[in-house]
């Protein structure tokens, strides 16, 4: 079973190495990177299985118990986000097989790929927040590159604000770690968890919370932190901005769930209520007015990531501090959405892939006219804009519903309102994409794309279809989905039976 | 099985066919694809239940969401209506696109709409019924922009998805607060909501759902917009169907939220202005579909009206108006279309003689026009209850408001039913080609049912009347339709109306001929600026918070770690008592010498000062390492800081130096912000220096790492054994970054070779 | 000393982000290093500082005497130093890149991407 949880950080490890090996040979990377995201799914799944049997997994490196050693823990919420996890990179490694240019192929793009799905599974797994500060730093660097390879000006700049706020980030993070470990003579979460229930300084507690706070809310893009993310989200390949659209603001969204329910519990009323609640509406409205006025497709798409994050941050803040069933509801209402989020951004970002290739351009106002040329990718686009919105019957409604019925038994009335707000305005936005870039007479076609070689496009639009499929199923399978993202939330405010699971009478 | 999701599901799947069967038999479509609706017809005809029946599966069972529907007197008439008219729009748009490609995806659409329709009366659940709901406007928004490639088209469709869809969501956010409360999912199991304390927001957010989406005043102006629609599309949502989900769902909660006085006094109110405007705003019109848009905007307002009044006879009078009404507007509808297709024209003021060309059409017209002048059975029958209504007690002011209304209709009956047909043609009307079988049969079917259904009240009653008033009225309606109420005061009223209606009609052509096109009313131009108002603070906002700089970002974040800390720091209210401990001479001097250095790094203006002065930095943060027993630290320290300075000087040697300074203004703000993390991170050091809340676990590795792990060096013990996970992540990093330097190294040589990329 | 030490950490973080938010890009650099050090040294303060032996087990002992320096935030530290180098380096081969491709390192200038 220990197998089991370190497969997913293990196998793309060895899988970057092996195909760093084969440096020349890029048919090899390739086989090798389809190979690792189809293993990497395979473990997740199974991981999942196991955890759905036995209740929460441990495991622990070199046999060191907790709290000394370093334990991943596997409960249904890291499950649910690694079997994503999976689908997305296995979805954009596909997808990169023709879309990826051979520069960026052989300076390392299938091995970065790799070290990037490395650092998401450790950050989802590990138990120890040290640790995940180190598979932050993985992650981080993977994109550090992966965003920065090739590239013309406008990437580069992107680049360069993109490393920079998540540099600072990170040295938030680290400094939060350093005074944290100070001031509870302790990494472990599990134990972290006990300690500051039973801190005779919650104050000071709650000071720190608020750098754990900030530092997973720039990576998540929660206002007013959001700068990064739409300077430099639209600028890398598509298939690049598509993996970081599925994967990346998701683990600074998981790791603010993560330590908003099990460590940082000890004052409701402000980080949650307070702050969180402030900073997630705000962050629904900016979002979905950065999309209303975009011109550049993609970027009006990063926009819309702001804006789900928002919505998913607003029910780990209504649950904080709410009755037990309405706490468990919301948060079942925040991991049923990140899920779908993490697929849909997916989706549409590399449609956005796709249409620029039908039409030559990712700007709004000249691509015109894909309704009647290419249907099929304009009912694929229609179900992601849907999705964006949260009509239903796609997947971010039923979690939307959960969230707003906890808002407003909780008394929330007004945030639910801001969010329905936000999402009258996310509606608009995708609106007007879709009226514009689909429904309009097409134009000249503009030439501004480099990627015009006759490729065969099956590549693209298989994993495209597949993640749609997977959309569609979510949604029509909303009663079991919703189920487990109960369970899933019922684990996460049970902080007894996690603390139970890491550390056993060793507390 | 449970029938009612059967019939929804195999529509639904009919419509996802739809498109194929089109393309295998493009001329027989439309009467293929109408035998499933007209089937379900039959069906809800025949099981028209006394009492409400349920059938209810569990869903998602955490939130109290079930699949539950429920067939009563009231989902059945409008089940009636919706797969009935249905089935003939469907035959209809065969005659009316005949082969023409891409319209497989028009009759995929329309069906796509009449399940979701569909779903809408059935369903019992609120959060079920709320998906139908969305869904009827996505499946509206693809029809009405289905030209899409006219502007206006286009305009049109945005503008009924974000009035309906913004009402949708006040709708949403009402059944969620009606569910939180009662704790009931089921709408069947809401009993009267009105002692509530959440009672009026309810109402409210409910009411906004309904009315945007029946186009009540002041959101009517979407419907006439709308009209950019193929017209099968405009007869069958934007009459027959969809504009009645509102007033469905109104009639459907009455019951639990009517009986109030804001209940009695807002749906009064919005239903006589919505009639006033639609009627008035009929008038001025020359365009059949916009004529009748505007004269269903009315019929809306008459709707929302009656379900003012509560009670057994109003929910009977209602019932037989939606009927009437969905009979005759749906069949003028279809006329106006095939009109538009015999002469190439839509305009009422110039169309004229007709009825040679086209014979059938023009009978089936001059029913239904009887129809809307209530002068036909079925609607002079509906027309005679409701005022009866409003007789007893005799209501002055809501009479006057239903006589301009029922006049109003005559007159407009008379320009689009008559006028073209039999009226005087002008010349310039091109001769077209003439109306074939399927582009009359539902038109006809629907005017004649209107006689028909009229002729045979009791029976009619029996089937629509009674349920619906036993579903919403509270009971059995004391007085059964009948066709003769006998000569008395409501002959008197129709009469009356009948004579006014008239006159208007005749002034009408000299009216239009001569009025100068008044500016166009308000709402749809508050429409836009509402939308441009929201899109220039959308711009401002974002180009306030996104504005492209670098160090505006970062004193946003800055700022925001201020604001945090702070606010908690005043929740925390600390007392610290910090026990100081000595510095001895050389470690004063040490960070002395750090603090200049700082200093001096901060005032810098050229490059290499700038990179010297943070290696002296470095140094002394390992001088501190290895004085406070981390003799490792201070090593790897010298080694990285070496091979950091040296970086720095590889990478900046070539280039420029610095750019000019900062104004004063900006170095102040910066330098606030700047001490302020610096006091900050200070005094939380200091107190977390002092706070222990619990045994630091690093004791465990202090005297078990030689016993456990082998090891002398705790340090490296930890580092490659109890966290060998880090070090293995830290390896990953640093490989990484040596693989990102050359690759952008290698890149950037590139770039400089071929010129800029 | 360890109120002087804070000092010099805030001092180090006050240098460092006025540093970064100067108008050009190197001292951007030098203002997160800083930033980086500064972090490092917060870490080993905050768990208490004393002069003590360094945390080795001395031959014929099985456990390191007291007062011995915190082991755990060394290893921590040099993760971290190592960490922060690696991510600096790779900023300074960006920084080189996008010169070559702005060809200025003011930050004014690098505003192409939010257009």
Known sequence: ????????????????????????????????????????????????????????????????????????????????????????????TVYSLSSIDADRESFGFFPLVCALLMGVSGAFLTGDIFNLYVWFEVLLIASFVLMALGGERKQLEGALKYVTLNLVSSSIFLAGLGLLY?????????????????????????????????AFGIKAALFPLYGWLPSSYHTPPTAVSALFAGLLTKVGVYALIRTFTLVFTNDPTFTHRAVLLGMATVTILAGSLGAIVQRDLRRAL??????????????????????????????????????????????????????????????????????????????????????????????????????????????????????????????????????????????????????????????????????????????????????????????????????????GGAR | MVT?????????????????????????????????????????????????????????????????????????????????????????????????????????????????????????????????????????????????????????????????????????????????????????????????????????????????????????????????????????????TMVKAGVYLLARLSGSLGGTEVWTWTLTLVGGATMLTGTLLALRQTDLKRLLAYSTVAALGTMVFVLARGGAEAASAFAAFVLAHALYKGALFLVAGAIDHTADSRDAFRLGGLWQRAPVLATASTLAGLGMMGVAPLAF?????????????????????????????????????????????????????????PLLTGPAVLAVLGIVGGLTPTFVFERIGGPVAAAIGGGTDPHPWALWHGFGAPLAFSVGTLALGLAVYRAWPAWIARAAPWPSFGFDRA???????????????????????????????????????????????????????????????????????????????????????????????????????????????????????????????????????????????????????????????????????????SAHFAENSLAEAHGRNVVNVILVDYRGLDTLGEITVLSIAGLGVVALWTFGRRAAKGGSA | MTLLLAIVIGALYAGGVYMMLRKTVVKLLIGLAMIGNAANLLIFVSSSVVRSHPPIVPKGSSAVPAPYADPLTQALILTAIVIGFAVLAFALALVKRVYGEVGSLALEEMTVSDE
Not at chain 1, 349 to 355: A, D, H, N
Not at chain 2, 122 to 141: C, G, K, N, R, Y
Not at chain 2, 414 to 436: C, L, Q, S, T, Y
């Open chain 2, 4 to 240: 009612p999701a059967l019939a929804i599901l195999s529509l639904f799947t009919l419509g996802l066919l739809a498109p194929f069967l089109f393309a295998l038999l493009p001329r027989h479509a439309g009467k293929l694809l109408c035998l499933p609706p007209a089937f379900w017809c039959g069906w809800f005809w025949s099981k028209t239940p006394a009492s409400g029946q349920t059938w209810t599966s569990p869903w998602i069972p955490e939130l109290g969401i079930t699949f539950s529907f429920r067939l009563d007197g009231l989902a059945s008439l409008f089940a009636i209506l919706i797969t009935g008219i249905g089935a003939m729009v469907l035959l209809y748009t065969e005659g009316y696109c005949g082969a023409k490609p891409g319209s497989g995806r028009l009759y995929g659409l329309l069906l796509l709409f009449l399940a979701s329709m569909l779903g809408v009366v059935l369903a019992d659940d609120a959060i079920l019924l709320f998906l139908f709901w969305e869904a009827t406007s996505v499946t509206s928004f693809l029809l009405i922009g289905f030209e899409h490639e006219r502007a206006n088209a286009r305009r049109g469709a945005v503008q009924a998805l974000m009035v309906t869809g913004g009402g949708g969501l006040a709708l949403l956010a009402g059944l969620l607060v009606i569910v939180q409360q009662t704790g009931q999912g089921r709408i069947s199991a809401w009993g009267p909501l009105a002692g509530d304390p959440l009672y009026l927001a309810m109402f409210a957010l409910v009411a906004i759902g309904c009315f945007t989406k029946s186009a009540q005043f002041p959101f009517h102006f979407w419907l006439p917009n709308a009209m950019t629609a193929p017209t099968p599309v405009s007869a069958y949502l934007h009459s027959a």
């Open chain 1, 1 to 92: 079973m220990s197998v089991l949880l370190a497969l997913p950080v293990l196998l793309p490890l060895v899988c970057a190495a092996t195909a760093m090996l084969f440096w020349r040979r890029l048919r090899v990377q390739r086989t090798i990177a389809v190979l690792t995201a189809l293993g990497h799914l395979a473990s997740t799944l199974a991981l999942f299985v196991e955890v759905r049997r036995f209740g929460i997994l441990v495991a622990r490196f070199g046999d060191w118990p907790a709290p000394y050693g370093i334990v991943f823990v596997a409960d249904t919420f890291s499950g649910l986000m690694l079997v994503t996890t999976s689908i997305v990179t296995l979805a954009v």
């Open chain 1, 182 to 214: 100070g001031s509870m003579g302790t990494l472990n979460l599990a134990q972290l968890s006990v300690r500051v229930a039973e801190a005779t300084d919650p104050g000071f507690v709650t000071m720190l919370a608020m750098f754990f706070l900030l």
């Open chain 1, 302 to 503: 990063s926009f819309t990531i702001v804006a789900s994050v928002g919505f998913a941050v607003l029910g780990l803040a209504v649950s904080g501090g709410a009755s037990q069933e309405l706490a468990t509801l919301a948060l079942a209402g925040t991991i049923a959405y990140v899920i779908q989020a993490m697929v849909v951004k997916t989706q549409v970002f590399l449609l956005s892939g796709i249409v620029r290739r039908l039409s030559g351009s990712f700007d709004v106002a000249r691509i015109g006219g894909l309704y009647a040329s290419a249907p099929g990718v304009a009912i694929l686009f229609l179900l992601g804009a849907l999705a964006l919105a949260g009509v239903p019957p796609l997947p971010s409604f039923i979690p939307k519903v959960a969230v707003l019925r906890a808002a407003f038994g909780e008394g929330l009335g007004v945030y639910a309102g801001v969010a329905l707000l936000g999402s009258l305005l996310m509606l608009g936005a995708v609106a007007r994409l879709w009226s514009h870039a689909f429904w309009r007479a097409p134009m000249e076609r503009p030439h501004e794309s480099d990627d015009d070689a006759p490729v065969n496009l099956v590549f693209r639009f298989i994993p495209v279809t597949g993640l749609t499929v997977v959309l569609v199923l979510l949604g029509v399978g909303a009663g079991p989905v919703f189920q487990v993202a109960t369970e899933a939330a019922r684990q996460l405010l049970d902080t007894d039976g996690y603390v139970r699971a890491v550390l």
């Open chain 2, 527 to 697: 429409y836009d600026a509402g939308l441009r108002g929201t899109v220039s603070v959308a711009r401002a906002f974002t180009r306030t918070i996104q504005n492209g700089r670098l160090r505006a970002y970062l004193q946003t974040t800055i700022a925001t770690f201020l604001v945090l800390v702070t606010l908690a720091a005043v929740r925390w209210n600390p007392s610290p008592q910090i026990r100081l401990d000595t510095a001895l001479p050389h470690e004063a001097l040490l960070a002395l010498a750090m603090l200049l250095a700082v200093l001096a790094a901060v005032r810098s203006v050229s490059r290499l000062a700038a990179v010297v002065t943070l290696g002296v930095v470095g140094f002394g943060v390992a001088l501190t390492y290895a004085l406070f027993g981390a003799p490792d630290l201070a090593m790897t320290q010298i080694a990285v800081e070496t091979l950091t300075v040296i970086l720095f000087v590889l990478t900046f040697y070539h280039l420029p130096r610095f750019a000019r300074g900062s104004g004063t203004r900006t170095r102040a703000v910066d330098a606030l912000l700047a001490t302020g993390v610096g006091a900050t991170m200070a005094a939380i050091t200091l107190v977390a220096s002092q706070r222990l809340l619990g045994t630091p676990i």
């Open chain 2, 381 to 437: 029958l509906a027309k005679e209850t409701l005022v009866d209504g409003l007789l007893s007690p005799p209501d002055v002011p809501s009479l006057i408001v239903f006589g301009v209304m029922a006049a109003g209709a005559v007159a407009i009956a008379g320009i689009v039913a008559f006028r073209p047909f039999f009226g005087k043609a002008d010349p310039a009307i091109a001769d077209g080609h003439k109306p074939d079988a």
